[in-house]
């Protein structure tokens, strides 16, 4: 009888113990850098957030894209730094809170040569246009552009960031390139730019930002905007400023607002989503 007893209790402990353990929040972002690299730049901050908040925060990085858009639909991460498009995606379907954000906007341009022979962006059906590959937000800004999935330009996916698109467009090796306003205007002089046209451009959008997921208390996401919106609190995010925002030394306060209707970047444009 006290045999059975026992194994009873022990079976019931066994079910309740998952409920009790509790597991570490999950911080990621896109699979853009090997996972050491990974590691250097979003480490500290999943550290200094495990500090801040009280509970242990770990950085998980995903294996590639693949995984990465999976775990994400699937709810897995608890906080996530990304772009917009991402970001508004979650809030629309899946309850995450934008938090802080990059300083600045992002924007994009498409510029072709002088003489190319296009004018507008719908020029370009069935000619060759180089840019990052997709789901990267300046293609798919740019694929939405395009209603039928048959009528659309040849995309020369481009290695090399910005520098890499502008020198296949140089060498001829695309009639046109999509890329930031930001490396167009600041990068490029006024000479090259003498020799090229813009034939498009897509709206200003926030800068890329941290979402979490409701599984983070209001109070605990109140107390991050508080910490990362100070050079203080978002001295972990150094590595991070210096690859994506040079000039920053701490988050902003993320606007709702500011991403309605830029899961539709994604939804219906790029294939899964």
């Known amino acids: 009888m006290k045999k059975q007893i026992f194994t009873i209790l022990f079976a019931v402990s066994v079910c309740i113990l998952p409920a009790i353990v509790k597991a570490d929040l999950i911080f990621s972002a896109p699979p853009r850098e090997k996972p050491a690299v990974g590691e250097q730049l979003y480490g500290p901050i999943a550290e200094s957030l495990s500090v801040m908040m009280g509970e242990k925060v770990v950085y998980k990085h995903p294996r590639d894209w693949l995984t990465y858009s999976m775990k994400m639909r699937r709810g897995d ?3 996530v730094f990304d772009g917009p498009q991402f970001s508004s995606w979650r809030m629309q379907h899946i309850q995450h809170v934008p938090l802080v954000r990059l300083q600045g906007h992002l924007g994009f341009l498409i510029i072709t040569k002088n ?3 296009v004018n507008t962006i719908q020029d370009l059906i069935a000619k ?3 840019g990052l590959a997709s789901p990267n937000l300046a293609t798919i ?5 395009f209603k039928n999935p048959v009528r659309q330009p040849i995309f020369v996916e481009t290695k090399g960031g910005m520098k890499g698109i502008y020198n296949k467009l140089k060498s001829g090796k695309c009639v046109a390139a999509v890329m930031r306003d930001g490396f167009y205007n600041n990068k490029l002089s006024d000479e090259v730019k003498a020799q090229y046209k813009i034939i498009w451009k897509s709206k200003r959008m926030p800068n890329q930002t941290i979402t979490a997921s409701k599984r983070i208390p209001a109070e605990l996401r109140d107390q991050i905007v508080a910490s990362l919106t100070t050079e203080r609190g978002s001295s972990s995010a150094a590595a991070l400023f210096k ?3 040079k000039k920053s030394k701490q988050f902003i306060a993320a606007n709702d607002a500011e991403y309605n209707d830029l899961n539709n ?3 219906g444009v790029v294939w899964g989503w």
């Open 141 to 145: 800004s740019m694929l939405r552009e």
């Open 115 to 117: 003489d190319s022979g």
């Open 77 to 79: 991460y608890d906080l």
């Open 243 to 245: 690859r994506f925002s």
């Open 265 to 267: 970047l994604l939804e």
């Open 128 to 130: 060759k246009i180089c």
